[in-house]
């Protein structure tokens, strides 16, 4: 049977990524996206999108039960692939609001839509209730933070979030369990590590890094810099979904990881060396980033600048996904260094998109497209 895909926060970084995975891979399925388009949500992930026929996009909010309710209908929509986030562990210890709204009650919203139409009132000749499934993506942060020497997070951790995300995420894995459990709706969560690529909003870690070595300016470390996170390259992220869509079972959570444990400050200056060594190979880039050290000299990781830690910053994330492989046969393609190596070829190649991110002209454009 084809899939009609609901594909929420699909205009940020991870959920764009995942359309044109799933475009490229299923061309006969349909894909809706809806999203609020937030600072974070960005049209221009989704531009090579536009033209498929089977790709609409709908701007709007996940706690708007009637329109969930609606393109459920309207669209048969027979699998949600659940993204949509307030993502960014600083801006839910300065404002945690918005955390609460769009990852607790927004994930509810969509339960309880999922529930009325895939369950309460089925409209598919013959089969009750509707065959479905609603994936919940969430994250490792919800089991907590680990020492040096800990096991990684296997999907039997205990949960123990400690910042306003990983609570809220956590919050949402919880509904969705219950979901299952008590409605039988049919439902798989995936919970997998920091992810690196294309389309990754510059307030985090690898694209800010990137894109500050280029215009010259600080590479802020909290603290000493030896946090450690397993990062994924997003693409073996979206290849680990698909396979949770296919052989997940209902009710099951699947722990989808990189592999590829780094301390932040070693990943900074790993990406310095990089960038630097693209600068020597390209004279062109000189021209094209005259700011940039790597242009005058090699010299990048002399951007450092330590600075005062996160509260209630995580030591170490890692996961074991070892259920994954066993289960789903899921195991990232990507290694470390040739998923960086993609991800800085693409900044340089796709400055236009950052840009219009940093002078805040992109923001502008969605605010006289939709009226708002
Ligand atoms: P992102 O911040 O880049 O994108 C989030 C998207 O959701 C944006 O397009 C935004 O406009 C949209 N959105 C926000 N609030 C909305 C609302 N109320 N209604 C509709 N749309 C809304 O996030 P991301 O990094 O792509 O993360 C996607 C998912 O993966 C999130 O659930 C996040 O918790 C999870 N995750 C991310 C990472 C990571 O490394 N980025 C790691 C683990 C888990
Ligand atoms: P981030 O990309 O925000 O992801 P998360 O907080 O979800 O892991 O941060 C990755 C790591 O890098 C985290 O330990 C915080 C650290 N960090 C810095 O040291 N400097 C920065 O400017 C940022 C954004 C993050």
New binding site residues.
């Given amino acids: 049977m084809n899939k009609s895909l609901l594909i929420t926060g699909g205009a940020g970084f991870i959920g764009s990524n995942f359309v044109h995975y799933w475009l490229n891979k299923y061309p006969e399925d349909t894909i809706t996206v809806l999203d609020a388009l937030t600072y974070a949500g960005n049209l221009a992930n989704l531009e090579s999108a536009q033209s498929n026929p089977n790709f609409n996009f709908v701007k709007g909010n996940i706690c708007d039960q009637e329109l969930v309710e609606n393109l459920l209908i309207e669209k048969t929509i027979n699998t949600i692939v659940h993204f949509a986030a307030e993502s960014?562990?600083?801006r839910s210890i300065t404002g945690p609001d918005a955390f609460i709204k769009t990852n607790i009650i927004g994930t509810y919203t969509l339960l309880k839509a999922a529930k009325k139409i895939w369950i309460d009132n089925p409209k598919s000749e013959g089969k009750s209730p509707f065959e479905h499934r609603f994936h919940h993506v969430s994250t490792d942060?919800v089991y907590g933070t680990l020492n040096a020497d800990d096991p990684a997070f296997t999907e039997n951790t205990a949960y123990a979030p400690n910042s306003p995300y990983s609570a809220s995420k956590a919050s949402s894995d919880h509904l969705v369990r219950a979901y299952h459990h008590t409605y039988g709706l049919n439902v798989t969560t995936s919970n997998c590590s920091?992810n690196y690529g294309p389309f990754h909003f510059p307030?985090?870690?690898?694209p800010?890094v990137i894109i500050n070595i280029l215009n010259n300016k600080a590479l802020?470390?909290?603290?000493d810099?030896k946090?450690i996170?397993d990062w994924l390259y997003v693409e073996d992220h979206a290849y680990g979904i698909d396979l949770v869509l296919k052989k997940g079972k209902a009710g099951e959570t699947y722990n989808i990881g990189g592999n590829n444990e780094w301390a932040?400050i070693d990943i900074v200056k790993t990406i310095c060396g990089m960038v630097d060594q693209a600068f020597k190979e390209n004279k062109e880039l000189a021209i094209q980033f005259p700011k940039a050290l790597s242009a005058i000299s090699d010299n990048s990781e002399s951007l450092i600048s330590y600075?005062k830690d996160?509260p209630g910053?995580?030591r170490r994330?890692a996961i074991d996904a070892t259920k994954s492989q066993k289960e789903i046969g899921y195991k990232p393609v990507e290694s470390f260094d040739s998923g960086i190596k993609k991800t800085i070829n693409w900044y340089l190649n796709n400055t236009q998109w950052w840009l219009s991110i940093l002078d805040g002209s992109y923001q502008d454009w969605v605010k006289q497209q939709y009226k708002y």
């Fill in positions: 960014h562990v600083d942060e920091n307030e985090k870690l690898i800010l802020p470390i909290y603290g810099g946090q996170r932040n600075v996160r910053h995580d994330y």
